[in-house]
């Protein structure tokens, strides 16, 4: 698949500070891993899956044996309907950005489900403890 051809970030500060953004071990997620893996649950973090078709998925969390894939969306980046605000300047570049990665989730999610996995996607303001008793409530369905 060829890469859009997207506009550039506003300036050289703002490109500085997108590099700066963590891809994995976000806040949210390491608070999250961290109550699950104190209750006894193993996993795998930032785990490659290859589904059938289709480029490879990486989940945040991933329970391999039961095939759930949890995913921590930040609210900016994946436009939460209820915290996700759109930037009001330069949206040549932001609107085309944020748009693309919904459609991201969403085939990453239909590709996943289609190689047999249950896609579980939790919002970084969703409380850690409630996060992590929905992944608790996920596999005990799986069983």
């Known amino acids: ?15 500085k500070v997108m590099r700066g953004n963590k ?4 806040k ?7 109550l699950l893996h104190r209750s006894g649950l193993r996993f ?3 785990h490659r899956v290859r589904p059938a078709e289709g480029r490879p998925v990486r989940v945040d969390i991933a329970f391999t044996a039961r095939r759930l894939a ?6 900016f980046w994946h436009s939460c309907p209820e915290h ?3 930037p009001k300047r330069n949206t040549a570049y932001w609107h085309p ?5 919904m459609e991201r989730d969403a085939e990453n999610t239909a590709a996943l489900t289609r190689a047999g996995w249950t896609v579980l996607r939790i919002w970084e ?3 850690p403890e409630d996060a992590a008793e929905q992944v608790r409530a996920a596999l005990e369905a799986l069983l």
């Open 1 to 15: 698949m060829v890469k859009p051809d997207y506009p550039h970030p506003a300036s050289p500060a703002v490109t």
């Open 23 to 26: 891809r994995r071990d976000t």
């Open 28 to 34: 949210p997620e390491v608070r999250i891993r961290s």
């Open 44 to 46: 795998r973090k930032d």
């Open 70 to 75: 949890v995913f921590i969306d930040g609210c």
């Open 84 to 86: 996700g605000k759109r």
């Open 97 to 101: 950005k944020l748009t693309r990665n």
């Open 125 to 127: 303001h969703v409380a």
